[in-house]
Nanobody
Framework: QVQLVESGGGLVQPGGSLRLSCAAS????????IGWFRQAPGKEREGVSC????????YYADSVKGRFTISRDNAANTVYLQMNSLKPEDTAVYYC???????????????????????WGQGTQVTVSP
């Protein structure tokens, strides 16, 4: 059974940090991309960050560039999102997503747009509030 399971969400004050984890099971992503989307209340889902499986290059939406860092542990089949300097506008449900179509995924991330792709986790809530 193909599964992506997120963890690490929670409540944090503005300026704080959180680290999200995504454990993949039931498959090994040999090509494509894996990363994170998010959905804030009343808004569409948007791409946040991803890693290209083929070359390890990372991509970020402008809104999180310089604050978020994505990484991957291939041996553990796990992807991480280190989120620093969090802002209230980062409040959202964060989803781990994997897809074999890397160009489509990267486009969704760099344009911070929704895209109907791939395999999704169940999501983890991140709330940034005083």
């Amino acid at each position: 059974q193909v599964q992506l399971v997120e963890s690490g969400g929670g409540l944090v004050q503005p300026g704080g940090s959180l680290r999200l984890s995504c454990a993949a099971s039931g498959f090994t992503l040999d090509y494509g991309a894996i990363g994170w989307f998010r959905q804030a209340p009343g808004k569409e889902r948007e791409g946040v960050s991803c890693i290209s499986v083929s070359d390890g290059r990372t991509y970020y939406a402008d809104s999180v560039k310089g604050r978020f860092t994505i990484s991957r542990d291939n041996a553990a089949n796990t992807v991480y999102l280190q989120m620093n300097s969090l802002k209230p506008e980062d409040t959202a449900v964060y989803y781990c997503v994997a897809d074999v179509n890397a160009p489509k995924y990267i486009l969704a991330v760099v344009t911070a747009t929704p895209m109907a792709i791939g395999t999704w986790g169940q999501g983890t809530q991140v709330t940034v509030s005083p």
